[in-house]
């Protein structure tokens, strides 16, 4: 047998191992490999640090490879071990352990280091970067004692880490040495209206401010800047830039710039010495961002295994911020030039701008903000330096829809190129895998390669390169939103069956219409119960088997397996019997928190399972359906009984509307509220149905949304009277439970059927007397849940019992 | 102590008819805790009550087959093998589960703890 080549990678990180599994899957045993990494940890998503940062996920989640496909693969891993010597004559590495291994080929993918001002007090402890696990750890056990952090640097990584500050409950100062954040992403419009949405959260800036010193004696105090003013702060992390990892590679003779010199292939000026990552600089260019580094990887995997290969000839890069509550876009060459003309679109009601730069009739760059869904579609006209002449400028920016496809055409792409950067997933494998497993949806691919798992940005791509491989096959059966994996059918398919078919059963629905899955799964099951109680309310005997736990509970089950507890509190209307009795309960069963919700209800959190029905007995009040697809609240102001500008009883209109509504099962939850008038102190602007009085009159808004896609409630009607009110959101909300797929906020649902759509079914009077017709079926079946488990042993012993064996 | 076929460790922990079709029941034996399933097939299946994930509590997981989703962030859990299906990874513990005379019985103790109990 012969001798193994041995192939040595400095440095475990996203730009190292990602070549690895390249040269694995090309080239199989051709490879002794072995890696080392400073860092005590399996090869993991550096970029998805953010959002573990800010509590969406734990450092477990992001691991991309652990040690036991190391071990599979025999990769032999040296984790804490840095490499501080390469001998490139005798072709050995050396550790600060101690080992030394032989190579017969070298990657040098050491990534880099975050760039530290040398501020005088930059060595004071709580001054730290932001780059590891261990950084992000220290920060969340910082966050536990420390109540104000300062983050120098207003660029991507310094907002992520902000954001995440807030999401442990600090306090948080940008500092920004320019006038406008992420100025090197972003134009100033575009910079602004992110500042601006920031601040709305909760951020602080202070621009044009240069720091000049970091205050404190042990610890970090404050810091100073060169302007003479100062902040408080009890911590700092630094995010002004990064300074790629060459050191190793300068003092063992190899070419180094800013980054290691490589040529199209990866090639350093030392022979079987390659860099890949961010250390390395192409062109002299350095990229410090994971789209590119992936393209080189795969560069250099097929140069290593000596498969043919198209130069690697730099890259067009994009910019997405991974916050919460904000999208932003940025991509290619975005500033206006002389020779540039730019197409733009800005909507400051809705918070949209978009902006395409477009030089010699090719679009060159884009900035999108509030709404990115066109940035994969431009990145690709970016890239494939896309002729525009002859395109409707305005349709450039528009969804592509029968616009020519608008230059998206994946087919263009080569196999090589990324279609989901967080997961640095290709086009050929995407393409691989729906071929080699039979995929035919969105999900099935991104349970398989898991493109589109973390940030979902790419599910445009993906659904692209199902219709590109799957051809006609996929216009047939997978372009449709399947209710999930069980079946071909889609939602509207199934309830006309359950009405044709006459179908009163959850498994009878499965059977029937030939689910793949006998018993279905935890999102069909649910949709199913949900359709069959709309479509026949009256005979529907709910499955609570197939209902989600907390509306088979009753209670919103709580991460560590307690429940919280809200009962109804009409239009968020209370008296002092009822607070008695809530403040004996919680006492009584030592609830360990009572907070306010932002419904204007009172949540009881942490109670036991087995304490529940008893609690409910004792409360005596209706549950507020805190926890369902259904009804939630109506929200009030108070109006004109004591609000000195109100024009109407808002709080008497909201208790009417949730009495009226209250219990009513819906495809996602319905939020409401009454305001007495604009002014909109009960937020009406932003529920699934909000009510603001005029003078005489009120307006209803539909649509709005305040959760993570802020969206504005669109008027759909204006009316005169209370009773008016009761009967067009009787009319609205039957609507939206026939047409709305199941878990479709009535934001998603006013967007896909339209708002004029809405208006026209709500000042249809016939239309509209025949859903207030159904709606009445609907509700006279309503019963209180809390009511029916106290009442029956049978459901206290099947779902709130525990057993405690001996 | 539930004695079942002469092997104490066994632990009687239900009547059969009494654990409700197609859901989960918590059981708690001294520090641990289970989730004791009744499938549609009428089969009785017991894994440790939490999902290796984020703790999430099984027994109140939707049911379908002999899988359960857990109810905290929807991982699917083999209840036969404990083990969770892809995408996801990870494992919780099963216990060997017996029916005799309308009983149900979960193998909960170690054997050093049945020498004990002798
Ligand atoms: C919080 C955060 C969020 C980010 N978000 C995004 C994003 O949304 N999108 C995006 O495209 N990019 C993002 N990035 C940037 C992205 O993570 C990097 O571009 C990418 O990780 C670089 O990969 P790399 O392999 O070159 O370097 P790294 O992933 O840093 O890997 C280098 C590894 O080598 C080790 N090492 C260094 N020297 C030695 C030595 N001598 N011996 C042994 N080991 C050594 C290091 O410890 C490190 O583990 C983000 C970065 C951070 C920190
Ligand atoms: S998961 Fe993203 S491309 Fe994939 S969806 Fe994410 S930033 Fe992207
Ligand atoms: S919305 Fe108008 S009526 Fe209601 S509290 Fe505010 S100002 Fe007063």
Redesign the pocket.
């Known amino acids: 047998m012969s001798q193994k080549e041995k192939l040595v990678v400095?440095?475990?990180?996203?730009?190292?191992v990602n070549t690895v599994e390249h040269i694995l899957k090309l080239a199989p045993n051709q490879f002794d490999i072995t890696i080392?990494?400073?860092?005590p940890h399996p090869n993991y998503n550096?970029?998805l640090?953010?959002y573990v940062l800010a509590g969406d996920s734990k450092v477990d989640d992001i691991v991309i490879n652990s040690y036991e496909w190391y071990e599979e693969h025999g990769i032999s891993l040296y984790t804490g071990?840095?490499?501080?010597e390469i001998n490139t004559e005798g072709k050995t590495v050396t550790?600060d352990k101690g080992t030394s291994v032989s190579y017969d080929k070298l990657i040098i993918?050491?990534?880099?280091d975050p760039f530290m001002l040398p501020l005088p007090g930059a060595d004071k402890e709580g001054v730290i970067a932001?780059?590891?696990i261990q950084d992000c750890e220290y920060m969340m056990e910082a966050a536990k004692n420390y109540k104000k952090a300062v983050v120098i640097g207003g660029g991507?990584?310094g907002l992520?880490?902000a954001r995440g500050f807030l999401n442990l409950g600090m306090k948080v100062d940008v500092v920004h040495i320019c006038d406008a954040i992420m100025e090197r992403q972003l134009d100033r419009t575009a910079s602004k209206m992110l500042q601006d949405s920031l601040e709305e959260q909760g951020m602080n800036f202070l621009l044009s401010k240069q720091t000049e010193k970091i205050l404190g004696k042990k610890r970090v105090t404050g810091l100073k800047f060169a302007d003479g003013s100062k902040v408080d702060a009890d911590l700092v992390v630094m995010a002004v830039g990064i300074r790629p990892?060459i050191q190793?590679a300068k003092d063992s003779g190899i070419e180094v710039n800013r980054g290691i010199v490589v040529n199209d292939y990866l090639e350093t000026n030392v022979e079987d010495v390659f860099a890949?990552?961010?250390?390395a600089e192409h062109r002299g260019i350095g990229?410090?961002?994971?789209?590119p580094?992936f393209e080189q990887g795969a560069v250099l995997a097929k140069k290593i295994a000596d498969v043919d290969t198209a130069p690697y000839e730099g890259s067009v890069v994009y910019?997405?911020l991974?916050v919460s509550g904000v999208d932003v876009f940025s991509g290619g060459d975005f500033n206006d030039a002389k020779d540039t003309k730019a197409i733009k679109i800005e909507d400051e009601f809705s918070g949209i701008y978009k902006k395409v730069v477009v030089r010699d009739n090719k679009i060159v760059g884009a900035v999108l903000f509030g709404d990115t869904s066109d940035g994969n579609r431009l990145m690709q006209m970016i890239r494939n330096e896309t002729d525009i002449t002859g395109f409707e400028k305005s349709a450039i920016l528009q969804e592509p829809g029968a616009n020519a496809g608008g230059g998206s055409s994946v087919a263009d792409m080569s196999d090589d190129e990324i279609i989901c950067?967080?997961n640095g997933v290709s086009k050929g494998a995407i393409c691989s895998a729906i071929k080699e497993q039979g995929l035919t949806s969105v999900e099935e691919v991104k349970n398989c390669t898991t493109a589109s798992r973390s940030c979902g940005g790419c599910k445009p791509l993906v659904s692209d390169l199902l219709e590109y491989t799957l051809g006609d096959e996929f216009d047939k059966s997978a372009q449709k939103e399947t209710m999930c994996e069980c079946t071909d059918l889609e939602k509207d398919e199934i309830v006309v069956q359950i009405k044709e078919k006459g179908l009163s059963h959850v498994r009878e629905v499965m059977s029937v219409l030939g689910w793949k899955n006998e018993e279905g799964c935890s999102k069909c099951r649910p949709a199913i119960n949900y359709y069959l109680g709309m479509v026949h309310p009256e005979q529907y005997q709910d499955d609570s088997t197939s209902r989600f736990v907390n509306e088979r509970m009753h209670a919103n089950i709580q991460k560590d397996g307690t429940y919280s507890v809200v009962p109804r509190m009409y239009g968020g209307v209370t008296n002092p019997t009822d607070l008695k009795k809530i403040a004996t309960v919680a006492e009584k069963y030592n609830v360990p928190k009572v907070k306010i919700t932002g419904g204007q209800r009172i949540d009881l959190l942490g109670v036991k399972k087995e304490d529940l029905t008893n609690m409910w007995e004792e409360l005596d009040m209706p549950s507020g359906y805190a926890y369902g697809k259904a009804v939630r609240t109506v929200k009030t102001c108070v109006g004109e009984e004591f609000c000195r500008f109100g024009t109407a009883d808002s709080m008497g209109m909201g208790i009417q509307i949730e009495k009226r509504f209250e219990r009513l099962n819906t495809p996602a939850k319905v939020k409401m509220a009454v305001s007495g008038c604009p002014r909109n102190c009960a937020e009406s602007g932003i529920k699934d149905l909000g009510v603001v009085a005029i003078d005489g009159g009120w307006e209803l808004y539909a649509g709005g949304n305040g959760g993570v896609k802020l969206r504005k409630g669109d008027l759909v009607a204006t009316v005169k009277t209370e009773e008016e009110v009761i009967e067009y959101t009787e009319a609205y909300l039957q609507y939206y439970r026939e047409t709305g797929v199941y878990g479709e906020r009535t934001s998603e649902w006013v967007d896909r059927l339209g708002v004029q759509h809405i208006q026209d079914i709500l000042l249809d009077e016939e239309k509209r007397e025949e859903l207030c017709a159904r709606m009445d079926t609907a509700l006279s079946v309503l019963k209180d849940p809390w009511k029916e488990a106290v009442e029956s042993e049978k459901i206290q012993k099947d779902l709130y019992e525990v057993i405690e064996a001996k | 102590m539930g004695n079942l076929k002469g092997d104490n460790s066994w632990v009687e922990v239900a009547k059969y008819d009494d654990l409700p079709v197609n859901s989960g029941k918590t059981v708690r034996f001294k520090d641990k805790e289970l989730a004791v399933f009744r499938l549609t097939s009428g089969k009785i299946l017991a894994i440790e009550n939490r999902c290796p994930h984020k703790d999430g509590v099984l027994a109140e997981g939707i049911v379908s087959g002999e899988y359960v989703f857990c109810p905290l962030h929807d991982r699917k859990i083999d209840l036969t093998s404990g083990l969770v299906q892809l995408p996801d990874t990870g494992c919780v513990e099963t216990f060997d589960v017996s029916v005799e005379d309308g009983k149900v019985y979960i193998a909960l103790l170690e054997k050093s703890e049945i020498a004990a109990v002798k």
């Open positions: 400095i440095g475990n990180g996203m730009a190292g080392f990494g400073s860092e550096r970029i640090l953010s071990e840095t490499i501080t550790s993918s050491t990534g880099s932001y780059r590891t991507l990584l992520e880490a990892n190793l890949v990552g961010e250390c990229y410090g961002l994971v789209a580094l910019t997405k991974k950067g967080c």
